[in-house]
């Protein structure tokens, strides 16, 4: 089996003759870069979210439904 690097850099330059080399390299840029902030995005929130609740996302300032 062909290594994924290999496998991808062919897919693009079949992708590249067909369709224009300047269209296909800007096509996979842009998707790349979206993917990579979507998954970098829903990674933040969900370290941020966990942090949160170690560091205080609990204390809501009421004890048992009363304020303090």
Avoid: C, H, K
């Avoid at 496998?7 to 998707?31: D, K």
């Avoid at 995005?41 to 204390?59: E, M, N, R, W």
């Amino acid at each position: 089996m062909e290594p994924l690097g290999q496998q991808l850099a062919e897919m693009v330059n079949t992708f590249a003759s067909v369709a224009g080399a300047g269209i296909a390299q800007a096509v996979l840029v842009l998707v790349s870069t979206l993917l990579l902030l979507g998954i970098g995005v829903v990674s933040a929130y969900l370290v941020l979210g966990v942090l949160g609740d170690f560091v205080g996302g609990g204390d809501t300032g009421y004890v048992d439904g009363e304020p303090r």
